[in-house]
C-alpha cells in the first residue's frame, strides 16, 4: 500500500498539465450529465479534445480515436438535449427493456474482439482486447447518454472498471484515479436519473 503511494505521489508530480485539464473537465462533465445540465456537452467536447493526444501518446489507439467519436457524440448529445420530446423541449429519461440489450452487448463483442485481433495483429497497440472493449463499450453506452436513457449507469460501471486497470497499466494514474471516482459518481447519476424518470411518469 505504501509502494502504490509513492507510485501515485511521483505520477502527480509527473503528470501534465494537459492531463489536470482534461481531469478536471471530464469531471465537470459527469457533473453536469448527472444533473441533466446541457452544458455538460461543452465541458465533454474540451476534455476529449486532449484525451486524443494523451491516449495517443500512451499508446492506447482504440482510446485516442474513441475520442474523437465523443466529441461528435458531445454535439449530437447537446441537440439531443436541446430539442427533446418533454414538454419543455427537454428530453426525459426512458429505461430500455432487457430484450433491448441484446443486439448492443452482441455488438460489443463481436467488435471487441474483432478489433482486438487486428491490433494486436497489425500494430503495437498496448493491451489491445481490453482497448478495444472499453472503446466500444464506451461508443453504445455514449450513445446511450445522448439519448437519457438509464441503463447506460450500468453499463459504465463495467466499463470504467476496466479502465481503471487499463490505465494504471499504462501510466496514467490521475486518470485511473478520475475513474474510480467515476465508479462512485456512477452511483450518484443512476439514482439521480431514476429519480428524474419517475418524477416524468408520476
Known sequence: MI????????A?????????????????????AIRENIACWFAA?????IYIMLMYQAGLYMESALQVFYIAMAVYGWYSWKHGEGPDHSLPVSSWPLRRHVAPLV?????????????SR?????MPYLDSFTTWGAIVTTWMVARK???NWHYW??????????????????????FVLYLVLIVVGYRQWRHSMEEVHA
Open 149 to 151: 436513457i438509464i441503463q
Open 3 to 10: 509502494e502504490l503511494a509513492a507510485q501515485l505521489g511521483d
Open 107 to 119: 455488438s460489443i463483442l463481436f467488435l471487441t474482439l474483432a478489433s482486438g485481433f487486428l491490433l
Open 157 to 178: 460501471f463495467i466499463i470504467d472498471s476496466v479502465s481503471v486497470y487499463l490505465y494504471i497499466s499504462r501510466g496514467l494514474w490521475l486518470t485511473a484515479l478520475l
Open 122 to 126: 497489425y500494430s503495437n497497440a498496448a
Open 12 to 32: 502527480l508530480q509527473a503528470m501534465s498539465l494537459w492531463e489536470l485539464t482534461a481531469v478536471v473537465l471530464a469531471l465537470i462533465y459527469l457533473v453536469l
Open 45 to 49: 467536447i474540451g476534455s476529449t479534445s
